[in-house]
């Protein structure tokens, strides 16, 4: 039986696209999978990593399973978002591994007025 190893530089690999965790200000866009849930965050606490492109269910568990064993606490959830071609954001990851120090949190502005 082979002993594969995977750590945090392997997870830099399989995301694509992060920011501060807004799931609270949209909470119908996100769906938890309760089986790949760490643990509650409150609002605006964590961050989150999109993984693997519409149904990359294997970068999404071998993402889950690389924050999990490095004790970074991730949920699991599934991005509803639709792009203009009707494909979906996919799946996404909600930790507290924070990958970069200049990350900003997103930026919730009203597009409609100006």
Known sequence: MADIKFDLDDFAF?????????THEQPH????????TSRPYKDGEGWLYWVGHQDGAADALL???????????????WDMAENAD?????HCILTTYRHDEQMEPWPMEDKTNG
Not at 14 to 22: E, I, P, R, V
Not at 29 to 36: A, G, I, Q
Not at 63 to 77: D, M, R, T, Y
Not at 86 to 90: E, H, K
Request: charged share 20%.
């Open 63 to 77: 993402s889950f399973k690389i924050l999990q064993a490095e004790g970074h606490e991730p949920n699991l959830l």
């Open 29 to 36: 866009r996100f769906e938890v999978n309760d089986k790949y």
């Open 86 to 90: 009707g494909s979906v954001w996919g």
């Open 14 to 22: 399989l995301w694509w696209t992060a920011m501060g965790n807004f």
